[in-house]
């Protein structure tokens, strides 16, 4: 449902993602894993067709992301990093406006927000101003959003960000109910996430892939935790570099 060929995208002599290629099945949930500035986000959006790559190119449901990205976006659900939201806005309003975006009209609307009113547990904030929201409420609603015309294809970048011990749990498990019918991406830098709802990781720093595999595999193959093979695949070029400026 998901295939990247060779994406790449740089900001002047920055290169933020580094023609990677990976491919993402149905009942796939993918950890997307890599220290801040890796290159997560930015390829978040690329897929998202939130912006444009430099050269190569992903495709999603069947639609290119240069070709097709009206297609594209309406084939997924994403949470952005900082999920957008109107302040002045309630919770309700909102999604009503996102049914709208989405072309669910009527008895359709109405039962797509009771579903994700249930779903993301925000029934007590729906009549709430969005502005007045708690970060974790926030990050449900953005959640909502993102589930309201019930896609095939999640983009969560961060998911649980902001959440409690308690709403990381929910969200999980919820991520986790949906898993076998839908194509998740998460982006995150939480390893315990990973090892909760993923199925799949790959790691990514400077913009490179430098892992794909199952948690399992991976684990096996260094002979250690992901935490400790996170950070030892995540600082040998720092090794490199100090080795390099000492010589």
Do not use: W
């Amino acid at each position: 449902m998901i295939e990247v060929k060779e994406l790449r995208k740089a900001f002047g002599p920055i290169v933020a993602v580094d023609s990677i290629s990976f491919a993402v099945g149905k009942g796939d949930v993918l950890g997307f894993l890599g220290p801040n500035g890796a290159g997560k986000s930015t390829t978040m959006k690329l897929l998202s067709c939130f912006m444009p790559p430099d050269s190569g190119t992903a495709n999603i449901s069947g639609h290119d992301i240069r070709k097709e990205p009206v297609a594209v976006r309406q084939s997924l659900g994403y949470v952005a990093e900082n999920a957008p939201a109107y302040d002045e806005m309630t919770t309700e309003s909102f999604l009503k406006f996102v049914c709208d975006a989405r072309g669910l009209k009527a008895r359709t609307r109405k039962e797509a927000l009771g579903r994700v009113a249930e779903m993301c547990a925000i029934g007590g904030v729906m009549h709430q101003p969005i502005g007045t929201l708690s970060k974790g409420y926030r990050r449900r609603v953005g959640l909502a959003q993102a589930l309201v015309h019930d896609p095939d294809v999640l983009l969560l970048d961060e998911p649980t960000d902001g959440l409690d011990p308690n709403q990381k749990h929910d969200v999980r498990k919820l991520i986790t109910e949906m898993a076998a019918r839908k194509c998740i991406i998460i982006s995150t830098h939480i390893l315990e996430e990973v090892e909760a709802i993923c199925n799949r990781i790959i790691i990514i720093d400077r913009g490179e892939i430098l892992v794909d595999s199952t948690p399992k595999q991976l684990r096996e193959r260094e002979h250690g935790s992901l935490e400790e093979i996170f950070r030892k695949l995540t600082t040998q070029h720092l090794q490199l570099d100090l080795k390099g400026g000492a010589a």
